[in-house]
Each structure stands twice: as C-alpha cells, then as structure tokens.
C-alpha cells in the first residue's frame, strides 16, 4: 500500500513563508495528478494546488501568486511553497495524488485517491 508522508507545517506570523513536502513511500512506477487541499475548522476540504506528471498547475484562484507547486518525480514528491502567510491560511493541509501505479510483492498494483494524514499549519496574526 502506498503511503503519503507529508512534513513542514507549523507556526508562523503572518507574512512570513513555509514549505510542505509529501512523498510518496514504495516501490513508486508513476504518479499522475499530486495535489495539496487544505480543511480548516468549520469549513470544507477545498484545493489548494494540484500539478500534472507534466507540470501543468492549477491553482486556489485567491492564492495565486503566492502559493508555488511543484514536483520531483524521481522522488515522488510534491512540494507547496507558501508565502506571504496570512491569518485565513491556517488549515490542516492534505497531500492528495489521483492515481499511483507501483510495484509490490511481485506485482504491480494501483492505487486511486490516496491521501496524506494531514499537516498543521497555523498563521498567528
């Protein structure tokens, strides 16, 4: 089973700047969409970012400019640059990827919508 492991959130003052990575563990062939939503409280899951195998983004459109996605497929791995940090982009953010082909126990295998356990970050005014 392929697991996203998703790291760098945390606590910063407005306007400063972190950078979340999720990567992906196994035996990873290719991956076609990676994606980062985020959830904050009392409010839908909304995406934040999504970028293809080919690089092609899309983008949260009050975020543009701001938020930067991007992707090492050699190591299965999707970053989200965030600048410019303000109040309302505190939110428990998720690494999501659409589909993963990998290869384990002899076999080559699937995975559709996978997500990551989620990482906190929280923007002090």
């Known amino acids: 089973q392929v697991q996203l492991v998703e790291s760098g959130g945390g606590l910063v003052q407005a306007g400063g700047s972190l950078r979340l990575s999720c990567a992906a563990s196994?035996?990873?062939?290719?991956?076609?969409?990676m994606g980062w939503y985020r959830q904050a409280p009392g409010k839908q899951r909304e995406l934040v970012a999504a970028?293809?195998?080919?690089?092609?983004?899309n983008y949260l459109d009050s975020l543009k400019g701001r938020f930067i996605i991007s992707r090492d497929n050699a190591k299965s791995t999707v970053y989200l640059q965030m600048n410019s940090l303000k109040p309302e982009d505190t939110a428990v953010y998720y690494c999501?990827?659409?589909?993963?082909?990998?290869?384990?126990?002899?076999?080559?295998?699937?995975?559709?919508?996978?997500w990551g356990q989620g990482t906190q970050v929280t923007v002090s005014s």
């Open positions: 970028i293809t195998s080919g690089g092609g983004t």
């Open positions: 196994g035996n990873i062939i290719s991956i076609i969409d």
């Open positions: 999501n990827v659409d589909f993963v082909l990998y290869y384990s126990g002899g076999q080559y295998k699937r995975e559709y919508d996978v």
